[in-house]
């Protein structure tokens, strides 16, 4: 390949020493973060004629510059790596899933009265956070089962600092009740360190614990406490009796398994505490990684970043680079020595060849490859969409990136709009945007809005160079001739416009009719092409319906997701939200009446009063509050 003089340059004035190494694009983009025992060697690698796979193809494909960052060791470079990684979030690197879509466990231990609660973003507020668990539904019956054997706080801070009895919980000796009853801090504190033993798997040490404090009572005489540890004990025996795997030998170890091809890279994550299987979980990414080494590492610099370590981690035999694990454990170490991670042994990582260690990693490798297979097929089946479509609609290109517009407004209150991504067929969140509509004043204007939205969309594509290949318009004929308005204004920017109608019920026969028993007959959805030209039906159940629909839907949901936010907010502080006897719906039926907050400020009393539903004295005092407001 050709080199540019600047990157030529580069090249020849990197050092053999370690360090990390950014990628960027045409835009200056960090597209990819790598480290490097030897600079030089390590980044000249990327511009030789032979790739190793698609992904490094495609990542140099798009590269035009590079940075480099030195340091003493690879050790120090990997740490590096790591905060990179997590600052930049480049596209090319492999990336857990967002840490909002990861559930933590939260124990704010500093509190008067601590919980174990589930979050979606660990924060630096003294807390103690568990995870992130790929599985929110196994968490879902972890809690679960923590609630019965533990009795811990479970209602809201609200409910907790208001109510004026215990709850139920309290009663079926769930819960010790501090809300109202004199419970011992301490004593409470204790129990919730006994449930996080619980989830971190250190069950023979809790058992042993729990029968020390229940003879510690029983010998001081603390009978009501001494029994609410034997509740907790057979809580515990019977919650845990079918739970755990036992593998054979006292093992404490999570085994690493990992399977990749040209596009996605699977782990999954087996873990064993005291000799017995306690849970797994499996990760997908996107790799642009060469080799098993290189992912891995990536990989579990990323998964035990604030989680704790174990004593073990057993690693895949195909990787056998016995430095570079090394270089990977002291950088682990030193993260867990950061993050305070209690082990209880130093750290080792190794690749087992034989007996039950090697046969946990099997386990975790057989996970991985079939996990890598579902990714595989859900890619498949999102590319025969998006190949169905683009023959439906004689598109120009494959809608690799597809966009939807969807307005929204509630009369003259907060009119917003949602444009939501779909790229390969899957929602990319990331490129999500809210647009608050800026230009059109007083009585709501869908085709004003649109062209607002598509105008202001399309000046970020010729800035960022983020074209759809197809942006679709929530519609008909009217909205779509609103966007290719605006898309006049922008030659140099190449799309497809097309908008999506919603079914409708017809009063004449036709093509492209559902046709009930005893019902109206209905159209399909419609793709409106051209504004003068018939729709494009699609058929119910088809691939390019549900891909269709799904994005429409998607957009609507987004939207009026925003726009709640937005209405509560004009409506905070009014006069609607402090009169007694008018709730939500009688606030909605206000507005929708007068056409807006602006229109019921300037109603009189009497038309207060005509108002179905909404009582006199009700009337008087809105109608009131509002001149108040006024003045």
Known sequence: MSLSRTIRDKLAGLPLTPGVYLMKDTRGTIIYVGKAKALKNRV?????KQQLNMKTAALVRELIDFDVILTQTEVEALLLERTLIKHHKPRFNILLRDDKEFPYLRVGFHETWPRIEKVRRRK?????????????????????????IFPLIRCTRHEFATVKRPCNYYHMK?????????????????????????LQGRNRDLIRELKDKMTAASESESYELAASYRDQLRAFEKATEKQSVIVGEDIDADAIGFCANEENASFHVVLVRQGKVIGSDSFNSHTAANGTGEALTEFLLQYYDGRALPPEILLPQTWDDTEAIS???????????????????????????????????????????????????????????????????????????????????????????SNVCFIGGKAAKDQYRHYTIETVQGAPDDFASMREVVKRRLERARRDGDTPDLLVIDGGRGQLQAALDSAKDFPDVQLTIVSLAKSRIEKTKG????????????????????????????TPGSPEYRLMTRLRDEAHRFAITHHRKKRAKVLQGSSLETIPGIGTKMRQKL????????????????????????????AVALHAALRQEEK
């Open 44 to 48: 000249s690698s990327y511009f030789q």
């Open 124 to 148: 630096d507020d003294g807390a103690t956070y568990l995870g992130p668990f790929g599985s929110a539904g196994n968490l879902k019956i972890m809690l679960a089962t923590i609630y019965r």
């Open 174 to 198: 769930l819960c010790l009740g501090p809300c109202t009853l004199p419970v011992d801090r301490e004593m409470y504190t204790a129990t919730v360190r006994d449930a996080v033993s619980f």
């Open 327 to 417: 270089d990977l454990q002291a950088a682990l170490q030193q993260m867990g020595d950061e993050q305070h991670s209690v082990i209880g042994k130093p750290l080792r990582i190794l690749t087992p060849q034989r007996s039950v260690r090697r046969n946990l990693v099997d386990i975790a490798e057989k996970n991985a490859s079939f996990n890598l297979g579902v990714v595989a097929d859900d890619s498949e089946k999102r590319q025969t969409e998006l190949e169905i479509l683009k023959e439906k609609l004689n598109l120009p290109i494959l809608p690799n990136r597809m966009e939807c517009i969807d307005i929204s407004n509630f009369h003259e209150t907060a009119i917003v709009a």
């Open 511 to 538: 093509i492209g009719k559902v046709i009930e028993t005893g019902a109206p007959q209905r159209s399909f959805e419609r793709v409106f092409l051209q504004p003068e030209e018939a729709p494009v039906p699609l």
């Open 591 to 618: 507005l929708v009446e007068f056409g807006g907050l602006d229109g019921l400020r300037r109603a009189t009393l009497e038309q207060l009063e005509k108002i179905k539903g909404l009582r006199k004295e009700s």
